[in-house]
């Protein structure tokens, strides 16, 4: 198959959040299984300024937004088997930041329509696969502006959601002005949402195929309470729409190659290889090292990742004698409290507000538990790091932590791997915490349960097949 993946963002190249963490692993899985893949991303200032690659001209196209009529250069690089194109356009792109800006819906009706005219160049293209609001329009303009791409009249697209909270919302007059397509579209209600134009929608309508990045959130979408207003369109594409966990990169996540981590260790030599980076995290918070259960969180620093919850349930965590260490920035007020609880426990918790690689990698090598009590989890990937080292994930019940991680019920240690709790509150959290230090009493059960956790494939070949599956489903 030959592949095209369209997107706001992407490794190596440049990254804002999960998705670009999703774009490479996923492109190269395709391009190990033999299929050509693409990657078309905007060519912004940040990935000039890093001359990671070396970049080549390769053609360029035309791009007229209703009356104004731009010229932009393509460039080419190849990275791990994947060919990537860079739309440029020094007046849309070359800016400090991927995304924040208040002409974004005109840059990102720009860079789509640019991408599409580019592939439509190349041709022979079998999947168009686009990722979030900033692209999801591809699939309304190669349906209703067919004579614009007469090379990819017989492809097929794929909108994936990752984040249903981003609308992409527009006024309608940017139908005509930014899309060249009709009023009606807005008027008939095809990509109408609220109170304006929605990109996200419009691709929700008009693509073949919808994803999320879990079998759970997609359930969650479809009802009223979990999908951010989108449960009635999403219900109306339900036979079209699935949900396929992400993976991780498990090259750069190996506790047995990790250069972060003091001690390499496996399945067989965890015990030794967790000591070391648990007595290196305490050295890095000036902390005793104590051989008692240790609490570790990797994580932005907001509401939905549940940190309310967090700092509630830490006081009685640190109060019982154990240890904790946070790794993560974002909130200002919950830096601030859990600065107050570093105030009150200077013995017991370590903290950085932040990212620092070296303290995250060991929170997830040394900590006996990883917490995740978010309100809301599309996929997440704190869990599957986690239990790749041996940290066993106590984490709410939603999303794709309940997808990924089979919660210890006292009868089921041969395939456990880490808590669930289902109320969002820290009551529930402080259950889950209480069921772990049950099973850390017992070593022969905690062992069971890490070993069932670092055996867990969540490798990007699973993900990879189970979307090349549902490519084919489409071609046939």
């Given at each position: 198959?030959?592949?095209?993946?369209?997107?706001?963002?992407?490794n190596?190249?440049?990254?804002?959040?999960?998705?670009?963490?999703?774009?490479?692993?996923?492109s190269?899985?395709?391009?190990k299984?033999?299929?050509?893949?693409?990657?078309?991303?905007?060519f912004y200032?940040?990935?000039?300024?890093?001359?990671?690659?070396?970049?080549?001209?390769?053609?360029?196209?035309?791009?007229?937004?209703?009356?104004?009529?731009?010229?932009?250069?393509?460039?080419?690089?190849?990275?791990?088997?994947?060919?990537?194109y860079?739309?440029?356009?020094?007046?849309?792109?070359?800016?400090?930041?991927l995304?924040?800006?208040?002409?974004?819906?005109?840059?990102?009706?720009?860079?789509?329509?640019?991408?599409?005219?580019?592939?439509?160049?190349l041709?022979?293209?079998d999947?168009i696969?686009?990722?979030d609001?900033?692209?999801?329009?591809?699939?309304?303009?190669?349906?209703?502006?067919?004579?614009c791409y007469?090379?990819?009249?017989?492809?097929?697209?794929v909108l994936?959601?990752?984040?249903?909270?981003?609308?992409g919302?527009?006024?309608?007059?940017a139908?005509?002005?930014?899309?060249n397509?009709?009023?009606s579209?807005?008027?008939?209600?095809q990509?109408?949402?609220?109170w304006?134009?929605s990109?996200?929608?419009?691709?929700?309508i008009y693509?073949?195929?919808i994803t999320?990045?879990s079998?759970?959130?997609?359930?969650?979408?479809?009802?009223?309470?979990g999908?951010f207003?989108?449960?009635g369109?999403?219900?109306?594409?339900?036979?079209?729409?699935?949900?396929?966990?992400?993976g991780?990169?498990?090259v750069?996540?190996?506790?047995?190659?990790?250069?972060?981590?003091?001690?390499?260790f496996?399945e067989?030599?965890?015990a030794?290889?967790?000591?070391?980076?648990?007595?290196?995290?305490?050295?890095?918070?000036?902390?005793?090292?104590?051989?008692?259960?240790?609490?570790?969180?990797?994580?932005?620093?907001?509401?939905?990742?549940?940190?309310d919850l967090?700092?509630?349930?830490?006081?009685?965590?640190?109060?019982?004698?154990?240890?904790?260490?946070?790794?993560g920035?974002?909130?200002?007020?919950?830096?601030?409290?859990?600065?107050?609880?570093?105030?009150r426990?200077?013995?017991n918790?370590?903290?950085?507000?932040?990212?620092?690689?070296?303290?995250?990698?060991?929170?997830?090598g040394?900590?006996d538990?990883f917490?995740?009590p978010?309100?809301?989890?599309?996929?997440g990937?704190?869990?599957?790091?986690?239990?790749?080292y041996g940290t066993?994930?106590?984490?709410?019940?939603?999303?794709?932590l309940?997808?990924?991680?089979?919660?210890?019920?006292?009868?089921?240690?041969k395939?456990?791997?880490?808590?669930l709790?289902?109320?969002?509150?820290?009551?529930?959290?402080l259950?889950?915490?209480?069921?772990?230090?049950k099973?850390?009493?017992?070593?022969?059960?905690m062992?069971?349960?890490?070993?069932?956790?670092?055996k867990?494939?969540?490798?990007?070949?699973?993900?990879?097949k189970?979307?090349?599956?549902?490519?084919?489903?489409?071609l046939?």
């Amino acid at each position: 198959m030959r592949i095209a993946m369209l997107a706001g963002e992407a490794n190596p190249f440049c990254k804002s959040g999960g998705l670009a963490d999703v774009i490479l692993p996923l492109s190269v899985e395709y391009a190990k299984a033999g299929h050509d893949v693409m990657v078309v991303i905007p060519f912004y200032k940040i990935i000039k300024d890093r001359h990671l690659v070396k970049f080549e001209r390769v053609g360029q196209v035309d791009v007229d937004l209703s009356w104004r009529h731009q010229v932009a250069d393509v460039f080419s690089a190849s990275y791990q088997g994947v060919t990537y194109y860079f739309i440029n356009s020094a007046y849309y792109f070359d800016r400090e930041r991927l995304y924040g800006y208040g002409d974004d819906g005109e840059r990102f009706a720009y860079f789509t329509q640019a991408a599409l005219n580019w592939l439509n160049q190349l041709g022979n293209i079998d999947i168009i696969h686009v990722h979030d609001h900033q692209v999801a329009f591809a699939p309304v303009l190669l349906k209703e502006r067919p004579w614009c791409y007469p090379k990819l009249n017989n492809t097929k697209t794929v909108l994936t959601i990752h984040n249903p909270a981003f609308k992409g919302y527009l006024a309608p007059e940017a139908l005509g002005d930014l899309f060249n397509l009709p009023l009606s579209l807005y008027e008939d209600g095809q990509v109408r949402f609220e109170w304006g134009v929605s990109t996200l929608k419009g691709g929700i309508i008009y693509a073949d195929k919808i994803t999320t990045v879990s079998p759970t959130h997609a359930k969650e979408l479809l009802t009223l309470e979990g999908s951010f207003g989108l449960s009635g369109v999403l219900n109306l594409r339900r036979d079209d729409f699935s949900g396929i966990v992400n993976g991780i990169d498990e090259v750069e996540w190996d506790p047995m190659k990790d250069p972060f981590l003091a001690k390499p260790f496996n399945e067989k030599t965890f015990a030794e290889g967790k000591k070391a980076s648990k007595i290196r995290l305490c050295e890095t918070g000036n902390i005793p090292y104590r051989d008692v259960p240790a609490f570790g969180v990797v994580s932005r620093l907001t509401e939905q990742k549940g940190v309310d919850l967090l700092i509630g349930a830490l006081y009685q965590i640190l109060e019982a004698g154990y240890l904790a260490f946070v790794c993560g920035s974002g909130d200002y007020e919950l830096e601030r409290r859990l600065q107050e609880v570093r105030d009150r426990y200077p013995d017991n918790f370590g903290l950085y507000i932040g990212f620092n690689n070296q303290f995250a990698h060991d929170i997830y090598g040394g900590c006996d538990f990883f917490l995740m009590p978010s309100l809301f989890e599309p996929c997440g990937i704190g869990q599957l790091l986690a239990k790749r080292y041996g940290t066993l994930p106590i984490a709410r019940r939603t999303g794709g932590l309940a997808d990924t991680i089979i919660s210890y019920d006292g009868t089921n240690e041969k395939v456990a791997n880490g808590f669930l709790f289902n109320d969002f509150d820290v009551s529930g959290l402080l259950w889950a915490v209480g069921e772990a230090e049950k099973a850390y009493a017992k070593p022969t059960l905690m062992k069971k349960l890490i070993v069932n956790a670092m055996k867990c494939d969540h490798s990007w070949a699973v993900s990879g097949k189970a979307y090349l599956d549902l490519y084919k489903s489409m071609l046939d």
